[in-house]
């Protein structure tokens, strides 16, 4: 059962191994500014003593906000190891996003400012210095997190990618 509770009973998980940087931490806070009735259809998971098990980083973007009051679920009568297979499992990301499916029925610059990264994938070849460019090669540019996200993903989908 969802319930409101003072933010400053609401201890962050020190041991959660996950975190958020500077670009998205700020897409998150956006997100929860011009959304806050997302945080009840995804309240935080605390244990009996309060502490977060799922949404470490939606408490942190609550606080910055200056909420008064956040809506927890209080996940009671789970071991402690129950506890900490939560906090990892609430943190995997299990599917795999339809690109094709994006492209083609969303707004990419809505689901940018959502806070989904998008690989940025261009035809653009390499200038010609010279080197034989391979007619099927594809320049993609990004952050190294996007890259390695796009290369998991390509690598999923049976693609041969190597890089040079």
Known sequence: MVKNVPISKVKANKGNPRFIRDEKFAKLV?????????AKLRPIIVNAEMVVLGGNM???AMQELKWETVPVIVAEN?????QAEFVIKDNVGFGEWDWEM???QWDADLLTDWGLDIPHLDGELPEDNG???DPNALL?????????????????????????
């Open 30 to 38: 956006k997100s929860l500014r011009e959304f806050p009735d997302m």
């Open 58 to 60: 939606r408490l942190k």
């Open 78 to 82: 789970l071991t402690r190891q129950q």
């Open 102 to 104: 994006l492209a083609n």
């Open 131 to 133: 080197e034989d460019i």
């Open 140 to 164: 993609v540019e990004g952050t190294a997190e996007q890259l390695e996200d796009l290369l998991t993903e390509l690598n999923t989908r049976g693609f041969k990618v190597k890089f040079k």
